[in-house]
């Protein structure tokens, strides 16, 4: 079993360009979770799933846009990339609510120029 | 709402040693408490997980900590530390139907001088 992937591992953005960091898991968890690592600030909640075709805002959403494609997957889009946007970003997923223990893919390093 | 502090954003230990990461949180509901490390380039991964079942926990490695309510703490703790013990180490807070979710601390950096 893999667990959780998440594609690619490395980007380089200028700005203004778009992309989209993809996120798979094969633990057959409801929940899934897209943070971002900052130095210093530890991991913030951009978007959250807690079920198929269901997404909720959570602390930094400024500038995202998540799809819940199916119980599988869910991606994070950039529709135009900022500086402040260059950060360490890492998908998780959980069997149920966010009490329940979170499994962490590798993470995405993105830099925007 | 939750919050979590980690007090020292980097802690040094010489191998063998006694390793204390310090964790206190606020919440006004009882917590869940977590205690997850991330290794260079990689993901989190559970250390181990305050439920309520009891105070004191036990995790992986040889790691433990102890819920203590009167001190809103949640301390990290390991009797000898190993050099494979070096990386930074996040607590975190959730509560049951909290739209904050899991909280995380800012983490602490623990380095092992051999």
């Known amino acids: 079993n893999a667990g959780v992937t998440q594609t690619p591992k490395f980007q380089v953005l200028k700005t203004g360009q778009s992309m989209t960091l993809q996120c798979a898991q094969d633990m057959n968890h409801n929940s899934m979770y897209w943070y971002r690592q900052d130095p210093g600030m530890g991991l913030r909640l951009i978007y959250y799933?807690?079920?198929?075709?269901?997404?909720d805002k959570g602390e930094v959403p400024n500038g995202y846009n998540v799809s819940r494609l199916n119980k599988r997957e869910f991606s994070l889009r950039l529709e135009s990339a900022a500086p402040s946007q260059t950060s360490v970003y890492f998908c998780?997923?959980?069997?149920?609510?966010?009490?329940?223990?979170?499994?962490f893919g590798p993470g995405t390093r993105l830099t925007v120029l | 709402a939750q919050s979590v502090t980690q007090l020292g954003s980097h802690v040094s230990v010489s191998e063998g040693a006694l390793v204390l990461l310090r964790c206190n949180y606020s919440s006004s509901v009882p917590p869940y408490l977590f205690w997850y490390v991330q290794y260079p380039n990689q993901g989190l991964q559970l250390l181990l997980k305050y439920t309520s079942a009891a105070t004191l926990v036990k995790g992986i490695n040889g790691f433990e900590a102890e819920f203590k309510k009167s001190e809103t703490s949640f301390h990290l703790t390991k009797p000898s530390a190993h050099m494979s013990d070096a990386a930074e180490y996040f607590c975190?807070?959730?509560?049951?139907?909290?739209?904050?979710?899991?909280?995380f601390g800012p983490g602490t950096s623990l380095s092992v001088i051999p």
């Open positions: 998780a997923t959980s069997l149920g609510q966010h009490t329940d223990t979170q499994y």
């Open positions: 799933s807690a079920s198929e075709g269901t997404t």
């Open positions: 975190a807070v959730s509560v049951a139907a909290s739209y904050d979710k899991v909280i």
